[in-house]
């Protein structure tokens, strides 16, 4: 297995992401912002703040070259996985439904947030129970998730909610955290499984979340 986490400028969490992939073996590479092909069996849109968030999160980021090359993944039938930063480039790019505003108490959020898994008929959850609660770090200042009647619920008829918030931090839709599209191959969420992936720091649940890919 190769996975492939695309660097923009501003992006943080690409390392965080390398190691926890090396923790379990696979083979990763960072592709840099201008590169436009690339091979993986699963692309990684880490987590950061793409172009300083300028406009708004993630639109300049959906129109780097890298993006191309993701599209062309996502064609050939590739999973994706959106981390943060990731998940709002996945919205906007529209390759998965909906939107991101500003939470709810115009806050910067980051701590530790308990989660209830909504759905594991997918690859990224498969190793979990539908209602384990598990915990994982949060930091953002637009995770808000908006989404109209329509795909609110497209959503929820499909399956395609992952993850809920036990105690919504931010404002979003019907506490939603994790979303993934109609063929379950691509997977956005605002909390930060690549940062759950080390004993030293009394969380693995990341990990776990990671092997789903393999």
């Known amino acids: ?117 909504i759905s594991n008929q997918n690859v990224f959850l498969r190793k979990f129970q539908k209602g384990d609660i598990i915990n994982l770090p949060i930091a953002h200042g637009e995770g808000n998730y908006y989404a109209d009647e329509n795909i609110l619920k497209e959503l929820q008829d499909k399956d395609l909610i992952t993850l809920k918030y036990k105690s919504n931090p931010n404002g979003s839709l019907c506490d939603i955290a994790g979303i993934c599209d109609e063929n379950k191959k691509i997977f956005g969420l605002m909390p930060h499984p690549e940062r759950a992936c080390d004993s030293i720091l009394g969380n693995e649940i990341g990990l776990k979340m990671l092997e789903g890919f393999m």
Request: with cysteine; glycine share 10%.
């Open 1 to 117: 297995m190769k996975v492939a986490i695309i660097r923009f400028l501003g992006t943080n969490c690409e390392f965080d992401t390398e190691y926890a992939f090396d923790k379990l073996g696979v083979k990763t590479e960072i592709i840099w912002h201008e590169q436009k092909e690339f091979s993986a069996d699963l692309v990684v849109l880490p987590g950061g703040f793409s172009y300083g968030d300028y406009l708004r999160c993630a639109a300049i980021a959906k129109l780097a070259p890298a993006m191309q090359g993701v599209f062309e993944h996502v064609k050939k039938g590739g999973y994706v996985l959106g981390i943060c930063n990731g998940f709002q480039i996945l919205l906007e790019s529209g390759l998965l439904k909906g939107a991101m505003k500003h939470n709810e108490n115009l806050s910067f959020i980051s701590k530790n947030q308990d989660l209830r898994v």
